[in-house]
Each structure stands twice: as C-alpha cells, then as structure tokens.
C-alpha cells in the first residue's frame, strides 16, 4: 500500500504533492516537469497553507515555482508572470541578485535562497 497521508494536498484546481526527496532548484523543477507538472507555486494564502502543511509533514524547508527576474530583488513565476501574492519573511528578499530562488519556511514565510541547496521537491498538478 502507498503511504501518502499528509504528502498530497488539493485546493481549488491544484493538486500539492511531494516525493520526500531533497535536491537543488534545478532538480527539483526537472522532477515535477518529468511527473507533468511543475513547481509547487502558490497564488494565494490557501495554497501556501496547503504547501506548508507538506513541510510541516517532512519538517523541511522547500523550493517554491518562484525566481529572481532579470531585476535584482524582482521575483516572479517560473513561468516568467508577476507575483500576484507574497508572504515574505520579515527583511526577505535580502539577496540583491545572488539568491535567485525562493524558499518557503516550516511556519509559511518565503525566503530568497541560492539555488543550489537541497530542499524538498513540492510538485502542483
């Protein structure tokens, strides 16, 4: 039997789910599109709720669908649209162009971050 309690969230017409692996950005965005599907990107507090709900499951930090633009401190969609919701840690984004990714915190704050560390891979469907 599949064990998937907790690791799959619906809301709305997204579907959340997680692989329990931690790998980089680039990994992470690779696993989700090979599954048919991308980076867990959350649009409004619901869907944040129900990201972070995964990484209180894994007690993990993960990588959100979400990247510096061209402008320094600029963040957008993966799929290069404007943020239309943030829940930015207090001071966050600080990286001013050397922290191109974003993360989201065990208590639902985001966090700009290197691309390059391991976080846990949350797939949208």
Known sequence: VLALNGKIKEVGQ??????GKEVDFASALESCEEAGGTLATPTNEEENKAILSIVKQYNRYAYLGIKEGDTSNQFEYINGKPLNYTNWHQYEPNGKGTEKCVEIYTDGKWNDKKCNQYRLTICEF
Request: hydrophobic letters at 50%; a positive charge; proline letters at 0%.
């Open 14 to 19: 997204k579907i959340f789910a997680s692989n």
